[in-house]
């Protein structure tokens, strides 16, 4: 779990056992980051559609821009200021594509939580500095 600026630099990262739903994550993950930046929008995909996170969202000053879950009834569609907002949510993916094809997320060769923890880590580490260096050039 990651929150990443619009350079795509990653912020803060969670890492967590894949047993663990991606919402339960979110709040700890959005006060991480508030305290590292200031921002506006928390973008977000239907998997993030609970009431808590919007409430913890808007208590921190925060626009939540979070995918609607239609629960089984269909698409629920967006605003078209929310939808041209949302867009910009394809960093984060692009983050988590990169992560996995490029920094080794996608084939972890080692056993064990902080193994792994430190695989990924890395990862992070080194696709921070490389998107770094792909800014400054």
Same mark, same amino acid.
């Given at each position: 779990?990651? *929150?990443?600026?619009?350079?795509?630099?990653?912020?803060?990262?969670?890492?967590?056992?894949?047993?663990?739903?991606?919402?339960?994550?979110?709040?700890?993950?959005?006060?991480?980051?508030?305290?590292?930046?200031?921002?506006?929008?928390?973008?977000?995909?239907?998997?993030? *559609?609970?009431?808590?996170?919007?409430?913890?969202?808007?208590?921190?000053?925060?626009?939540?821009?979070?995918?609607?879950?239609?629960?089984?009834?269909?698409?629920?569609?967006?605003?078209?200021?929310?939808?041209?907002?949302?867009?910009?949510?394809?960093?984060?993916?692009?983050?988590?594509?990169?992560?996995?094809? *490029?920094?080794?997320?996608?084939?972890?060769?080692?056993?064990?939580?902080?193994?792994?923890?430190?695989?990924?880590?890395?990862?992070?580490?080194?696709?921070?500095? *490389?998107?770094?260096?792909?800014?400054?050039?």
């Amino acid at each position: 779990h990651a *929150d990443v600026n619009d350079c795509c630099l990653p912020i803060s990262v969670a890492l967590t056992a894949a047993s663990v739903h991606d919402s339960q994550v979110a709040i700890p993950l959005i006060k991480m980051t508030s305290q590292r930046v200031d921002y506006l929008y928390d973008l977000m995909d239907a998997a993030y *559609d609970a009431k808590p996170i919007y409430e913890v969202s808007h208590s921190l000053g925060h626009v939540p821009i979070i995918d609607k879950n239609g629960r089984g009834q269909g698409v629920i569609p967006m605003a078209p200021h929310e939808a041209a907002r949302y867009r910009e949510r394809s960093v984060a993916e692009r983050f988590n594509s990169r992560l996995k094809e *490029d920094f080794g997320a996608g084939n972890v060769m080692v056993r064990g939580a902080e193994k792994v923890r430190l695989h990924l880590m890395f990862g992070v580490i080194a696709l921070f500095a *490389d998107q770094l260096l792909k800014l400054i050039s």
